[in-house]
């Protein structure tokens, strides 16, 4: 099918001022803020996106996007970041070392410095979703990052919990993958690449077991980070050429953050990746040690048909809340899944409004 919506389009969010904010971290990665402004704002608000997505995801012209949502009422100075995770940068994908304390302890602040560079030094509010959400929750954790207004954490944040299947994956695929198949990066386009090659087969191999549709991108995605037919999101919220073009938007992934990850669900909470590592060191072993000392609220957001991360957050909200009672809210929503509260095409009536809601109440005087 002819790629109908073209990759990066920022056609999605018309009517405002864009403009493009490189930053540079302390480790030494260039990224990039898209910045979509209406007009002055006190409550500037930063979109932070997953694993192998990117900022697309916040600003898709098929339907309504969450970033011209909150143009639209109020919140007229929105950042979208493309962290070292985006599919629009190679570092995910390249060897080395890769982890969710490099997220906490070098893209966030460095982000919010760029915000805060242009928009002023107010409180920001953040929406982020899945292993953004559980990173940006890690660098509130660790102090890496503050004045944060509110966090919208759709999905996880830092009480990872996986279903048999994902957690049978996470154990044994990594290592699997790269020493029986020689691939280190998974990628959901593999069955257009060269045939007979091992992404190729494990492409076909994935889409014998996924009947629901007759996109082999869908049936990837859903092998790479879920259980379920599909995993991430039920077919009938996503708009047709969302479905058609979710390679777009979920892109390939190398093996390091997973890896991180799994370490996470063996503990039952988040803990740092290597406590040896020197990068790290302003960062705690343990992401739970000072939850207390979060005094931002936060809204944990989570569908009840959440084939990735299942109830995490409802898990995180109950232990954090039993820490520091009447401080964060939890909304579970109604056939919803992983990924769909961001990316559906009806989320700006059944979801949208009710992160809304959570930022006015937070919003500066």
């Known amino acids: 099918m002819a790629q109908r919506i073209p990759r ?7 009517d405002a001022e864009i403009s493009h904010h490189p930053f540079i971290t302390e480790d030494g990665l260039s990224l990039s803020l898209t910045r979509f402004r209406r007009g002055p704002c006190d409550d500037p608000v930063l979109l932070v996106h997953g694993l192998s997505s990117g900022s697309d995801m916040f ?3 098929e339907h309504r996007n969450l ?13 979208a970041l493309d962290s070292r995770m985006s ?18 302890r070098f893209d966030y602040p460095a982000a919010l410095a760029e915000v805060r560079r242009h928009a002023a030094p107010r409180p920001v509010h953040v929406i982020a979703h899945c292993l953004g959400s559980l990173a940006f929750a890690m660098s509130l954790s660790a102090g890496s990052v503050d004045g944060i207004a509110s966090l919208a954490a759709n999905s996880v944040a830092l009480t990872p919990r996986l279903t048999r299947w994902s957690r049978w994956k ?20 593999a069955r257009t690449g060269r045939r007979f090659t091992p992404g190729w087969a ?23 980070w879920g259980s379920g037919w599909p995993a991430l999101y039920s077919h009938e919220n996503l708009h047709p050429l969302t479905h058609d073009r979710i390679a777009d938007l979920l892109g390939p992934s190398g093996l390091g953050y997973v890896r991180h990850v799994r370490k996470m669900v063996r503990a039952g909470h988040a803990v740092k990746n290597d406590p040896r590592d020197p990068r790290h060191t302003a960062l705690p072993d343990d992401y739970l040690t000072d939850v207390t000392e979060i005094d931002t609220p936060i809204l944990f957001l989570t569908g009840d048909q959440n084939h990735v991360f299942g109830d ?18 939890l909304a579970v929503l109604p056939g919803y899944g992983h990924i769909d509260p961001i990316i559906g095409k009806d989320a700006h009536r059944d979801v949208f409004p009710q992160i809304l809601d959570f930022l006015r109440r937070r919003a500066a005087a």
């Open 8 to 14: 990066f389009s920022l056609e999605g969010v018309p």
């Open 59 to 61: 600003i898709m012209p």
């Open 67 to 79: 970033t011209s949502y909150l143009l639209d009422h109020g919140f007229t100075d929105v950042w």
């Open 87 to 104: 599919n629009r940068f190679p570092y995910n994908t390249e060897p080395g070392r890769h982890s969710l304390d490099d997220l906490a």
């Open 170 to 189: 996470l154990e044994y695929g990594p290592e699997l993958f790269e020493h029986a198949l020689g691939l280190s990066v998974l990628d959901p386009r």
């Open 202 to 224: 494990l492409s076909r191999v994935v889409s014998l077991a996924h009947q629901e549709c007759d996109n082999p991108a869908c049936h990837m995605i859903s092998f790479m």
């Open 312 to 329: 995490s957050n409802v898990i995180c909200h109950r232990e954090l809340s039993r820490r520091t009672p009447d401080r964060h809210e």
